[in-house]
């Protein structure tokens, strides 16, 4: 492990200490090589360009988020032999989308080992979830595939999600889609048609993003429709 | 394993046997857990009711897909160290997507062991690349997530896919939606506005199924447009 940490003494050095420290405590087991954790840490706004690549946690954050999908499904596939995979697929995006992703990395303190340049980026939640997704996907490469779902299992899900509150949660989509409007700052529409037939009655609803036609959602009453509009534009920006 | 299988000489074993050599062959490997695939291979068409829940193998497909998108991750994350996420994702998204999952299903013979109602169901294309996705659920579970990685890799993806195709295929979003709405016999339409504001002028484009508006794009020309809203409404439903 050694041989991969920087000049001992140095600041570098320094660096790599306080993030072993770090990812100690976060996953619990000590990193084998540090360089994968230096480069899960780091945005792009403090990342090195060489040869028209910019060096940043993006990769790892991709490869994160297949692999934590693949646990999580792995963890609700045994949880509940009983439930159709429509149960499953919804449990799992209740636990795995971008907001509670975020707010699971702000809980676990990413803040303190993700490496930005602060002069030009605000360090958004976003920034947070992306960079949990990425320290996923730094433990699968570095500890492999079986202890990675231990530490996604053991250290992210059963510690902060009570399972029996996200399957109950009657999920207000249209709330979810509003807070996470008013965050982006977008400006956001519901377009309501009331649509007559012969005796029937029925509403239809889209989202609008500024100008951007997102989900469109049917139902027999206002409400219906637009829950089911906001919940295909969740769906569709991954909220 | 024989354990697991049915009364000797039966036509339940008969099957077993028959269902063991297809998996050796399209996996290369033997089976342990002969169940799981008897499983990963029966459409609901097919499956007994028991206790409101229906047998089928929908529970191993949601964890196949997600097991594959794992493994393809890696595969490509290791394949390009110098491509960034936006790549990654890209080349990803044509190898896995639905048509590409079905016409693969078709190509390894998974017709031969999918177990449906032939009375009441046609044997399209989409039970196998469902069923494809199944099984490799099955392999996850049956022999763990290194040798399903293996199985992945080394006999769906490096034989059926020339990445370098791949890379290069200049997509034609709007003509593989077409021909997915075709086979879907489903109404397709493609709505252009056409934008003037002072002395430039943009396309914005919104692809309706039905009466469903779906993934809307934006272009200098109106091609551009169609493809951009094309790509967005392939992506939404997974084309």
């Known amino acids: 492990m050694w041989k991969l940490l920087r000049r001992p003494g140095s600041s570098a050095a320094k660096e790599d200490k306080k993030l072993i420290t770090a990812v100690k405590t976060i996953a619990g087991f000590t990193p084998a090589n540090i360089s994968l954790y230096r480069l899960a840490t780091l945005h792009s706004s403090k990342g090195k360009d060489s040869g028209g690549f910019r060096e940043s946690n993006e990769r790892l954050e991709y490869l ?3 692999v934590l999908g693949a646990a999580v499904a792995d963890y609700l596939f045994k949880k509940y032999p009983f439930k159709d995979e429509g149960f499953l697929t919804e449990i799992r995006s209740r636990i795995v ?6 707010n699971l990395a702000r809980k676990i303190g990413i803040a ?3 490496q930005y340049d602060n002069r030009n980026v605000q360090l958004q939640k976003v920034i947070l979830g992306n960079t949990l997704e990425a ?5 699968y490469l570095d500890k492999g595939y079986a202890s990675c779902k231990k530490f996604v299992i053991d250290k992210l899900i059963q510690p902060h999600f009570d399972l029996e509150t996200v399957v109950n949660s009657d999920t207000n ?3 979810r889609l509003l807070e996470w409007a008013q965050r982006q700052a977008k400006e956001i529409k519901f377009e309501t048609t009331e649509n007559h037939q012969g005796r029937g009655r029925e509403f239809s609803v889209i989202v609008f993003l500024g100008t951007e036609a997102y989900g469109q959602g049917y139902g027999f009453t206002k409400k219906k429709a637009e ?5 295909k534009t969740c769906a569709m920006l991954n909220i």
Do not use: C, M, P, T
């Open 173 to 175: 989509h249209k709330s």
């Open 97 to 102: 989308n971008r907001e509670s992703l975020n």
């Open 64 to 66: 994160g988020d297949a």
């Open 135 to 139: 320290l996923v996907g730094a433990v």
């Open 112 to 114: 303190s080992i993700v």
């Open 227 to 231: 829950q089911n509009a906001a919940e």
